[in-house]
């Protein structure tokens, strides 16, 4: 069995030799035509493109649901979680794994630099890259004599007909460099400075080349923190800020920190300062009138 199905199949909770999958190895690429859908969380450390053939129930990508057309694709990236929304049988789609060694080299080659990370978005299949797929998966049950030189080269097409395809959604960029500590500075960084963006952990995993896993610890380790926390401590730190020094509304404050106003926010924002929102205003303005009191 080749390294990379076996990384791949360490993330599955279903055997395809027991039929719920029709399985096409290779050294870079792995094709599955499953007819099943797992409800079940899953990540890999590779990059997959979900491609379905017929009407497909919606997916769930971290917090997003996606509604997949057939014949679109869609892209995953490395360890980002992912399930279908509720467990489906009779499915027709393919799930193209790629290896991110793979993809980056090329992207490399073709953009200048190496890709990082695609945009959450379907995109319309191009008309050649289905015929590839289907010589790939012949190639792989015949076994012809040098198959495997076959395979790789249908491999380089294929990655590149999907990143020429989708590349336009992809972000690119030099991959950190330095030691894990430089790279959790970066995170560090990024989080003090783009705290009122939508951030995930993935982004954060990206940005320090790491994988998800890999990167909650070493953060954890290197502030003594996670990642959320350190990020809402952040973001509740500027709220006070606003709260006490502006006139904006709490809802406004919330906004611009990176919050949605609600009783979630009131009750959090409590349970770290020990005062609501609108009592940490009035006891901040109370002190600060104080202040400008004993001054005058």
């Known amino acids: 069995m080749d390294n990379f199905l076996r990384t791949i199949l360490l993330n599955i909770s279903v055997d395809p030799s027991e039929g719920v999958a029709e399985c096409y190895p290779s ?11 797992l409800d ?23 917090k997003s649901v996606i509604q997949l057309l057939p014949f679109q694709v869609f892209p995953i990236n490395p360890g980002q979680k992912h399930r279908a929304e509720n467990f489906a049988l009779q499915q027709s789609y393919l799930a193209i794994f ?8 090329l992207s490399l080659k073709i953009y200048g630099k190496p890709v990082r990370e695609f945009g959450g978005r379907p995109r319309h299949i191009a008309a050649s890259l ?7 998966m012949r190639e792989s049950l015949d076994k012809s004599p040098g ?24 972000r690119i960029g030099e991959l950190p460099t330095g030691s894990n500590e430089e790279r959790l500075a970066q995170a560090v960084e990024f989080l003090e400075t783009c705290y009122d963006e939508k951030i995930s952990l ?19 380790n290197y502030t003594g923190k996670t990642p959320y926390q350190y990020l809402t401590d952040i973001r509740i730190g500027r709220v006070k800020e606003l709260l006490g020094a502006s006139e904006l509304t709490i809802t406004e404050a919330c906004n611009l920190c990176g919050f949605d106003y609600g009783n ?33």
């Not at 990540?43 to 997916?59: E, G, K, N, R, S």
Request: proline share 6%; net charge positive.
């Open 130 to 136: 289905l015929p590839l797929i289907k010589n790939f």
């Open 147 to 170: 198959y495997p030189l076959v395979q790789e080269a249908l491999s380089i097409q294929v990655a590149t007909v999907l990143l020429r395809g989708i590349g336009n959604d992809c």
């Open 202 to 220: 993935q982004n954060l995993a990206n940005l320090a080349n790491m994988s998800r896993y890999h990167f909650l610890r070493s953060f954890r």
């Open 98 to 105: 790629l290896s991110a060694e793979l993809l980056r080299s």
């Open 27 to 37: 050294k870079y690429m792995v094709v599955f035509r499953p007819t099943v859908l």
């Open 264 to 296: 979630h926010f009131s009750a959090l924002f409590k349970r770290l300062t020990g005062h609501s929102p609108r009592e940490y205003r009035r006891l901040e303005r109370m002190r600060r009138q104080d202040a400008e009191g004993i001054q005058q």
């Open 40 to 62: 079940e969380w899953a990540a890999f450390d590779c990059f997959q493109f979900v491609i379905p053939l017929t009407q497909f129930p919606p997916i769930i990508v971290e």
